[in-house]
């Protein structure tokens, strides 16, 4: 489940702006090294997904 921060957001054409979140480099940085973990976890189980990603 979506924490809050991340739920609340807008849309602008093809972009989706969070409303909550602060968008600066160290969470652009945390948001590519995790978009980076699920492209790595295509094609393996959630839970070595989940062990990944804690």
């Known amino acids: ?3 809050t921060d991340l739920l609340i957001s807008r849309q602008n054409g093809e972009e989706i702006i969070p ?3 602060l968008i600066n480099n160290q969470t652009c940085a945390m948001a590519a090294e995790l978009i980076c973990c699920f492209i790595e976890a295509t094609g393996t189980t959630q839970g070595e997904l989940d062990r990944k990603l804690s």
């Open 1 to 3: 489940m979506l924490p």
């Open 19 to 21: 409303k909550r979140l």
